[in-house]
């Protein structure tokens, strides 16, 4: 789509007249109609480009055993929904124009190739259709996208059919009615009809969502569990009862410089408010999610496995995908391909180790600042602790939460900007997604897990002991809170899962309708009533409609956002059990709000193929494997399971007396200098030196650690083990699908000595200069 106005550039003109002569001679058809140009392939087009770009096309129909292997076990399936028309599965092959009429349905021209392929042959052509110097990277409709050469490009959505039947239905209509709707929350998803409409890439997506989603059940009904038991725990607990009845027997120190002395007895609400998320049971599901969160990724590798060979992509990466047309314009040299013998461009590594070099300084630069903001939230915490303690306003104990979930919406739209303008020129689309990915996720994950690891493993660690507090800029460390830094770091993750997921939501729910809203409104300036806007909808030709709409956004933000959410409700569900539910009850939403943005509120995306979720996997299998270590760390030095066990097998095993074995008295200069004593949690003779039990505690917890960890992991490998990647299901198919493309393609002779099939090309040379 474009926009003639009196301020396009000579230079703009020019582009855009050239790539509209050069696709006329890529052989495509154009029908112009004041500023919007519709472009189709015909027959020999698709024919040859769909060669080019190894479409795969069907052979046979696949029969599918599930539903009867279920209809004879008389076993009810109770999230199954009828969902009109399902797209068949095929045994499918690479196209080939010599071995057309071997190919199912291949008597219909007007079917044989799907609407969605139909769209990537356009695409590619778009794509790599110079309209200037390829030298000067002068390439594709993406580019001119960027100079604003044109305003849009895009398939058009579906028109609506009448509702005769549930079987008359467009795709489009099947996916509102069947997808889209609140009401289909207790369904499957359609997944092979989001495939059919939006590609595999967006079919994954919502494919990986709905497993981890379904996942999520049952590690939220464990965390409930264990939540829950937390009240009777703490109902009979010994040592919360002795707090709650000691009176004035433990006189604390001051928490700040300026605060006063303050009674233990006095926080029994607080303590026996940490005892929910602090107590045995949360051992116990620390080494549940650990195991919950290999297990799923083990699974999920099971069923992209299959996904991926139902959808005809599991060679995509390996075989099918093309180089990026940027990296083609811009590679200085070619190189012969290993797996395919076919020449290609190629990028030399000592260039690449250059940009790599430059990538990797900004990401240590974005991360440094944001330590400095967190060295600054920090000495905010401490200043904030002392009008906290003297306020009698229990809503600015949440202020520093609130501002941390405040900074954690600053700054990553910058740095993702900063990211998309740093390319090592990798060769392939998936690649390039890859590292770009891996970089943002870098600066995401200090930016996002910075504040809890703080809370977790250093705060309280390093204050000193009274009369010799150590200090950050002349401010006194900050210590834990009253009842201890695990319920503040309960805190932090409750503000975080429920505030920034509430937050996101609603922006999701509201932001796209009001961008479309003003995106009508200034299209259309000249209609200013309501009534005249219905009215010019109802004469508008289909793309126009759809240039009213949203622009896909992509998926990256989507899975970021579930990424984020997988790392704090393992890394740090030993400090919050009910995480995993505040994140089932968001996923439930999220599925809902994506499936409406891209049915009614986007324009419809281009295509993509991908064979699996790409490097979210390793990011999400790096997250697993840091989850086993933190709940190890938790549990050992922030929890006071340990000082707990140690006690009761060395002391009293009812842990009466417990809370006066944690408490330390204040040294003797203290107390000649402010003639009093005081209490404070540490495990220090009167001289301030550290006694034995303090050793003892961190060999056992040390201990702890590494028993923790390598049970997990030792149990986690033996899971990696049982559960193969692929099905014997799968590698069956996988199998026939080889012979019978073996079959049909076995008469051509140019493939079995290594060439390629001689096809004209439609409209002669359609490469630039």
Request: with cysteine; net charge neutral; aromatic share 14%.
């Amino acid at each position: 789509m474009q926009e003639e106005s009196m301020g396009v550039s000579p230079a703009h003109r020019r582009w855009r007249e050239e790539f509209l002569k050069r696709l006329r001679h890529s052989g495509l058809l154009q029908e112009q109609r004041i500023c919007f140009v519709l472009l189709s392939a015909p027959w020999s087009v698709l024919c040859y480009y769909a060669e080019e770009i190894s479409l795969r096309v069907p052979l046979q129909v696949q029969p599918t055993s599930s539903a009867a292997i279920l209809s004879k076990l008389s076993l009810p399936n109770l999230m199954s929904q009828d969902v009109p028309n399902p797209p068949p599965d095929y045994y499918t092959c690479q196209f080939r124009t010599n071995k057309l009429e071997r190919f199912l349905g291949s008597d219909n021209k007007d079917t044989f190739f799907k609407t969605t392929q139909r769209h990537q042959v356009l695409y590619e052509i778009l794509a790599r259709t110079p309209y200037g110097s390829v030298k000067n990277g002068e390439v594709g409709v993406d580019r001119l996208l960027n100079e604003q050469v044109f305003t849009a490009a895009y398939p058009l959505h579906e028109l609506p059919t009448p509702p005769v039947s549930p079987q008359s239905l467009s795709l489009r209509q099947i996916l509102y009615a069947y997808w889209a709707q609140w009401s289909c929350c207790r369904h499957y998803q359609p997944l092979d009809h989001i495939r059919e409409y939006f590609g595999e890439k967006i079919a994954l997506y919502f494919a990986w969502l709905g497993f981890y989603t379904g996942w999520l059940l049952p590690a939220s009904v464990v965390g409930t569990v264990i939540f829950l038991i937390g009240f009777w725990l703490v109902a009979t607990d010994v040592p919360a009862n002795e707090l709650c009845g000691s009176g004035n027997s433990f006189i604390m120190c001051p928490l700040c410089n300026i605060c006063s002395y303050w009674n233990y007895s006095s926080i029994c609400v607080t303590y026996k408010a940490g005892l929910l998320f602090d107590n045995g049971g949360t051992v116990f599901l620390s080494v549940f999610m650990s195991l919950w969160a290999i297990t799923f990724l083990e699974y999920w590798k099971r069923t992209c496995s299959s996904l991926s060979h139902r959808w005809d992509c599991s060679e995509f990466q390996d075989i099918e995908e093309r180089p990026r047309p940027e990296f083609t314009a811009m590679a200085p040299m070619t190189m012969r391909n290993p797996v395919t013998g076919v020449e290609e461009p190629y990028f030399p590594e000592n260039k690449r180790f250059n940009r790599t070099l430059t990538g990797c300084m900004v990401i240590i630069i974005m991360v440094a600042v944001v330590l400095i903001f967190l060295t600054a939230i920090i000495l905010y915490r401490t200043i904030l602790s002392i009008i906290i303690y003297k306020s009698e306003y229990s809503f600015f104990s949440f202020s520093v939460s609130k501002r941390q979930l405040a900074c954690l919406h600053l700054g990553p739209q910058k740095y993702v900007c900063v990211c998309v303008l740093l390319s090592e020129m990798h060769r392939t689309q998936t690649k390039y997604e890859d590292m770009f990915i891996l970089k943002v996720f870098v600066f995401q994950f200090v930016n996002f897990y910075s504040s809890p690891v703080y809370i977790a493993f250093f705060k309280g660690r390093f204050i000193g002991y009274p009369g010799n507090y150590n200090t950050l800029f002349g401010v006194r460390n900050e210590d834990c809170g009253a009842g201890g830094c695990l319920i503040d770091l309960a805190q932090e993750l409750l503000v975080i899962m429920v505030g920034k997921q509430l937050i996101n939501n609603i922006q999701e729910f509201i932001s796209p309708k009001v961008k479309s809203w003003w995106q009508k409104r200034k299209l259309n300036p000249q209609l200013k009533e309501a009534g005249q806007e219905a009215q010019r909808q109802e004469e508008a030709s289909p793309w126009e409609a759809d240039y009213q709409l949203l622009v896909c956004e992509g998926l990256f933000s989507e899975y970021l956002e579930m990424v984020i959410q997988f790392g704090f409700i393992t890394i740090f569900v030993a400090a919050c059990p009910l995480a995993p539910l505040f994140a089932l009850i968001n996923n439930w939403v999220e599925v809902r709000l994506d499936a409406q943005k891209f049915v009614t509120e986007y324009r419809r995306p281009v295509v993509e193929r991908a064979q699996d979720i790409g490097i979210w996997f390793p990011i999400l299998q790096f997250i697993a494997h840091m989850a086993v270590l933190s709940n190890a760390f938790l549990i050992a030095f922030t929890s006071s399971f340990v000082p707990r066990l140690y006690y009761r097998y060395t002391r009293d095993s009812t842990l009466s007396g417990f809370i006066n074995f944690t408490l330390a008295t204040s040294p003797l200069s203290y107390q000649q200098q402010h003639n009093t004593s005081c209490r404070y949690w540490a495990f220090r003779d009167e001289n301030g030196e550290y006694l034995p039990e303090y050793f003892h505690l961190l060999a056992i917890r040390l201990g702890f650690v590494i028993i923790f960890e390598h049970v997990v992991f030792f149990i986690g490998r033996l899971i990696d083990l049982m559960v193969p990647d692929v099905s014997e299901e799968v590698e069956m198919k996988i199998k026939r699908e080889h012979y019978m493309a073996k079959e049909a393609l076995a008469e051509n002779q140019n493939l079995s000595t290594g060439e390629r099939p001689t096809v004209t090309e439609p409209g002669g040379d359609r490469r630039g200069d």
